[in-house]
């Protein structure tokens, strides 16, 4: 357990544990806001038991370049070789925006889970963001017109859009049905209620993407912008005819972001083999007593590092306690 008052840094810790998993912020921060006011760059190092070894793995964040990673004092160029030495879940106060937030908070829950259990897919959601950079690029430049040059270099990367996005959609739906009955299951023992809570993943068009992409060409082209795909698609959040995102209090949220990490924990876990490890940033902070106690509950096995400005919730004992102030652990 980190203890510490309010603002000496806790959140900062958890969030460079979670950058030596997956190079991203949990907190989706910037790389620049991750560098110290005044300095260059910034240098993150994490000991990690791999297979009853230690695995020292290190980050040297210098934007606007790339960051530098190591593992055992190798560079290391992909993601996926980081997600070998740690995983990470993490809870945070910060969820609500799953539920209460746009859709691309929901998208990136997903897509974060699949990276997790599937290392391979980091390169699709790259290939996404590229592709459609260099796509709005050139609608920019067509400036509305359809030239035949224009025409047939948009040919090219509608091409490459609809292999990417076509494998990225399907391997999203079949996490969403994967980890529904996880949720379900999570939020019932969570709340103790009876309505069924249910994930939807709802699509930014109709038919097959090919088609639908060439039909929203000159929709494209007018506004500059690719306007479906998976990109802009969304989860579906309900607990039995009610959509959780405007029809649930507050806590009844709370507990869905909650059932929605257990359930993703699982997957990953089921996925990989062995369990990622837990971050709770001050996770019980803003839960009622019922849902604190519940989530203590149903905390799953294995190692966590949980931050907190007060005392820990009943049942829950910290092996290990350290004093954050002024940077510095006591």
């Keep these: 357990m ?13 969030e460079a544990i979670g950058y030596l998993s997956v190079q991203e912020s949990f907190r989706g921060s910037p790389r620049e806001a991750l560098v110290r006011v005044g300095a260059s760059s910034a240098v993150i190092r994490g000991e990690f038991e791999e297979q009853s070894r230690p695995t020292l793995v290190e980050v040297k ?21 980081l997600l070998e030495t740690s995983r990470v879940t993490v809870f945070s106060p910060d969820d609500l925006s799953l539920v209460k937030g746009g859709p691309a908070e929901r998208r990136r829950y997903l897509d974060d889970v699949l990276v997790s259990a599937f290392p391979r897919h980091a390169t699709l959601r790259q290939s996404l963001d590229r592709i459609l950079r260099q796509r709005g690029v050139l609608l920019r430049q067509a400036g509305g ?19 990417v996005a076509d494998e990225l959609t399907a391997a999203r739906q079949q996490l969403v049905a994967e ?11 969570l709340t103790k209620l009876p309505e069924s809570l249910e994930l939807t993943y709802e699509l930014s068009y109709a038919g097959d993407f090919r088609t639908a992409l060439g039909l929203a060409r000159a929709s494209d082209l007018k ?11 969304e989860v579906m959040i309900d607990l039995g005819d009610l959509d959780a995102r405007s029809r649930l209090s507050q806590g009844r949220q709370r507990a869905v972001t909650l059932a929605l990490r257990l359930a993703s924990h699982e997957v990953v876990t089921h996925h990989v083999g062995s369990r990622p490890l837990l971050l709770l ?5 803003e839960l009622d007593e019922a849902t604190a106690n519940a989530l203590v509950r149903e905390l799953p096995e294995g190692q966590a590092v949980l931050t907190t400005a007060g005392p820990l919730p009943l049942g829950l004992e910290a092996a290990v306690t350290r004093f954050l102030e002024q940077g510095t652990l006591s």
């Design 2 to 14: 980190i203890s510490g008052h309010n603002g000496a840094g806790k959140t900062s810790l958890l």
């Design 61 to 81: 964040i210098a934007p606007p370049r790339r960051d530098v990673v190591q593992r055992n004092r190798q560079r290391v160029s992909r993601v996926r070789e």
């Design 145 to 163: 017109r359809l030239s035949p040059e224009i025409e047939a270099t948009l040919d090219v990367w509608d091409e490459q859009l609809v292999d």
């Design 179 to 189: 980890l529904n009955p996880w949720v379900r299951d999570a939020f019932s023992r």
């Design 223 to 233: 506004r500059q912008s690719t306007g479906i795909g998976p990109h802009r698609d």
């Design 281 to 285: 940033d001050d996770a019980f902070s």
